[in-house]
């Protein structure tokens, strides 16, 4: 069992930088592919990017790549998602999953609660 909670984000203006932190329980974090996906208001839950069990590798969504960087390190059983030149339709709820490496939700067994990232024009 792994439990996920994010921390960060909050209200930042258009242009601006925020970063998002996901720490998790239990010691089997290291074995997990980490990921983050995002859910707007009305709108259905979408891929942001992911990170591989070891770190070595990543991917991202055509709408994020070249903006945000996602990092993790196993020794704080944590992951980071820094988010750059945020766009007001980047405006959503921010959430971390631990699982397979893949960009499909269902790949993601475990949840976090969700942060909320609001970007002003």
């Known amino acids: 069992q792994v439990q996920l909670v994010e921390s960060g984000g909050g209200l930042v203006q258009a242009g601006g930088s925020a970063s998002l932190a996901c720490a998790a329980s239990?010691?089997?974090?290291?074995?997990?592919?980490m990921a983050w996906f995002r859910q707007a208001p009305g709108k259905e839950r979408e891929f942001v990017a992911r990170?591989?069990?070891?770190?070595?590798?990543?991917a991202y969504a055509d709408s994020v790549k070249g903006r945000f960087t996602i990092s993790r390190d196993n020794a704080k059983s944590t992951v980071y998602l820094q988010m750059n030149s945020l766009k007001p339709e980047d405006t959503a709820v921010y959430y971390c999953a631990a699982g397979r490496y893949s960009f499909r939700g269902d790949a993601y067994s475990y949840w976090g609660q969700g942060a909320q990232v609001t970007v002003s024009s």
């Open positions: 239990g010691q089997t974090f290291s074995t997990y592919a």
């Open positions: 990170i591989t069990s070891s770190g070595s590798n990543t």
